[in-house]
């Protein structure tokens, strides 16, 4: 199946710096790109959908100017989150749809996701 | 406005069998899957559903209803190891993207 890869896995910073999550798709091409963020016993909250070589759209309540993210690639996204604060801590996972069809429609495929702790 | 709705948690014996529900209203609809997520880990696949009716796939069983914006998940032959989060999720069309949007997930305990 395939296999989307996240860096780094955890990430401990200090508040007031930047962190890069990069999410590649291995072994196929990803037209679109998600990021999720789950908070602990949350659900997974849709952040930004982007496709290749185009701005990301974000959902309400996300700050673009916050939450950066890059989809130079149809292979790789890259989600920077500025000027972090204690409060985006969070689990932030990203996901990958292409040209593959499972049943009857494109599946998405998950990263195994990227711990974020801010200080 | 999207909201999908299912139970906070539940819990059941090993062996035995389980029926998650999920209420769905949203903006379009392409689509409803379920995944199980462990603590920590991101959400592995479980189910796809488009049309009505029951999909089958071992252990575990899907049903969607269109009309009643319905769907469950049904876990047979119940092991320890299914003790997970369960994360209902509808594609749905919205701001130009099929998106997919996922309910706060029950979290199902496996006692012996």
């Known amino acids: 199946g395939a296999v989307v890869s996240q860096h780094p896995s955890w990430v401990i910073c200090k508040s007031g710096t930047s962190v890069k999550i990069e999410c590649r798709s291995l072994d196929f091409q990803a037209t679109t790109m998600f990021w999720y963020r789950q908070f602990p016993k949350q659900s997974l909250m849709l952040m930004a959908t982007?496709?290749?070589?185009?701005?990301?759209?974000?959902e309400q309540g996300v700050e673009k100017d916050k939450f950066l993210i890059n989809h130079a690639s149809l292979t790789l996204s890259t989600l920077t989150v500025t000027s972090a604060h204690p409060e985006d801590s969070s689990f932030y996972i990203c996901s990958a749809r292409g040209a593959i069809l499972s049943g009857n429609s494109y599946e998405q495929y998950f990263g195994p996701g990227t711990r974020l702790t801010v200080t | 406005g999207q909201n999908i709705d299912q139970p906070t948690e539940m819990t059941a014996t090993e062996g035995a069998i389980v029926q998650i529900n999920c209420t769905y209203q949203t903006s379009g609809f392409n689509g409803l899957f379920w995944y199980q997520q462990h603590a920590g880990e991101a959400p592995t696949f479980l189910s796809y559903n488009v049309l009505d009716g029951l999909e089958e796939k071992g252990r575990f069983s899907s049903f969607l209803s269109r009309s009643k914006g319905y769907s469950y998940l049904l876990l047979k032959e119940l092991q320890m190891k299914d003790s997970a989060s369960y994360l209902c999720?509808?594609?749905?069309?919205?701001?130009?993207?099929?998106?997919?949007?996922f309910g706060a997930g029950t979290r199902l305990a496996v006692h012996p």
């Open positions: 999720a509808v594609r749905g069309f919205s701001g130009g993207y099929n998106k997919l949007i």
């Open positions: 982007s496709n290749e070589g185009s701005k990301a759209t974000y």
